[in-house]
Nanobody
Framework: QVRLKESGGGLLQVGDSLRLSCDVS??????MSWSRQAPGKEREWVGT????????WYADSMWGRVSISRNTANNTMSLRMDNLKPEDTAVYYC????????????????WGQGTQVIVSS
């Protein structure tokens, strides 16, 4: 059974740094992603990482403020977001693609339940 579990959310202040983790079990992913959904808005892609190479790509609006990494030994993906703003308030989700084809097609079959991040001014 594939399971993804996010952790590290909570209440943060403007200007803080956010660190989230996603523990993966039951699968060695081809790649993974972070996305987020703010209240009343559509889900927004944050970035993605290729599992084998570690190469990461980010949404244009996130470059310079976000870093995604993975630990293949522990099957964990991490997200760091700096200089938090109130508009970063959202539920953050991790997702995994089981194959290279799905990964490069941005088809993520497996999702975590999300972790809430609130940025207070």
């Amino acid at each position: 059974q594939v399971r993804l579990k996010e952790s590290g959310g909570g209440l943060l202040q403007v200007g803080d740094s956010l660190r989230l983790s996603c523990d993966v079990s039951g699968i060695t992913p081809a790649g993974m992603s972070w996305s987020r959904q703010a209240p009343g808005k559509e889900r927004e892609w944050v970035g993605t990482i290729h599992w084998t190479s570690g190469g990461a790509w980010y949404a244009d609006s996130m470059w310079g403020r976000v870093s995604i990494s993975r630990n293949t030994a522990n099957n964990t993906m991490s997200l760091r977001m700096d200089n938090l703003k109130p508009e970063d308030t959202a539920v953050y989700y991790c997702a995994a693609a089981s194959s290279q084809n799905n990964y490069f097609s941005r088809r993520y079959e497996h999702w975590g339940q999300g972790t809430q991040v609130i940025v207070s001014s």
